[in-house]
């Protein structure tokens, strides 16, 4: 029996009319879907497209503990990922939601390595949350020679301060509690006020202000803009 294809589908930063049409039409002929939830509650991912998933559809739950230990997560994605092969050997295609990007700081990477080797695999791109961000906050990533640096806000404190420090633009990613310690950095480096915080980009509740007066602690789907130097796009 020919098995089937793995199909890893961004499904954009939130809005469901920024998901792109290839994930649309794939989603609504799914027969069997796959996504990662966390610690057994809903996904943002799935939340994003409900009304695309077709009634009757299969559902696999990938439960993912987000902790900083990789084991537990890796234990999951084993899991999920045979759970998936079973579908697989079976004849099924199977389409596995990403929020944002699928191949951008998102798990469908850990189940495409998993799973690569033995199936067919195909990606579709999905828009990332810096795109999402920056058209929040009405603000270009990046322009002429300027380098733009991706950098996550889990890392500790002197190894941002260096990387923030070394490039000319940055999105700061993964804010939730690192919040206060994003912005100790960029005061220490004189450019919180040239740093502009966005969250939940292109959903109802989206917020965009100045990082002088985001919340102490943010949302984990929420990032920090920063630029310094004059406006190369002037
Ligand atoms: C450890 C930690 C640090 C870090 O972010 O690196 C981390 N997630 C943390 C928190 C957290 N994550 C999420 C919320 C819910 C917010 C809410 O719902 O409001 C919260 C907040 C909370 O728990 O309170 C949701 C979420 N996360 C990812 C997706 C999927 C996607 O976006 O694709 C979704 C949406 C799922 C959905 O669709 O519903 C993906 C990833 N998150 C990872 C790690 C990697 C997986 C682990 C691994 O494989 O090791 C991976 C794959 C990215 C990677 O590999 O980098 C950090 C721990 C706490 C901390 O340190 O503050
Ligand atoms: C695990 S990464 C996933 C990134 C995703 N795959 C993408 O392409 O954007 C999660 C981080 O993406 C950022 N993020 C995702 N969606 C967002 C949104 N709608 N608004 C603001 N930040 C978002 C946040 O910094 C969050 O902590």
Redesign the pocket.
Known sequence: MVTGTLYGVGVGPGAPDLVTLRAARLIGGAAVIA????AGG????RSIVAGMIPAGAEEIRID?P???A?AP?QAAYDDGAARIAERLEAGADVVCL???DPLF???FM?LMARLAAGYRVEVVPGVASPAACAAAARRPLAARNEGLAVI?A?LPEEALEARIGAVESAVVM?L???LGKVRRVTDRLGLTGRAVYVARASLPDEVVCPLAEAPAIA???SMVLVTRGDDPWL
């Not at 996504?35 to 966390?38: D, E, G, N, V, W």
């Not at 809903?42 to 991912?45: H, M």
């Open positions: 996504y990662p939830t966390l809903d996904s943002f991912a993912v987000m902790t900083e990789r997560a990403c929020e944002g700081y998102g798990s850990y996550p889990t993964k939730g509690r690192h949302p984990y789907f």
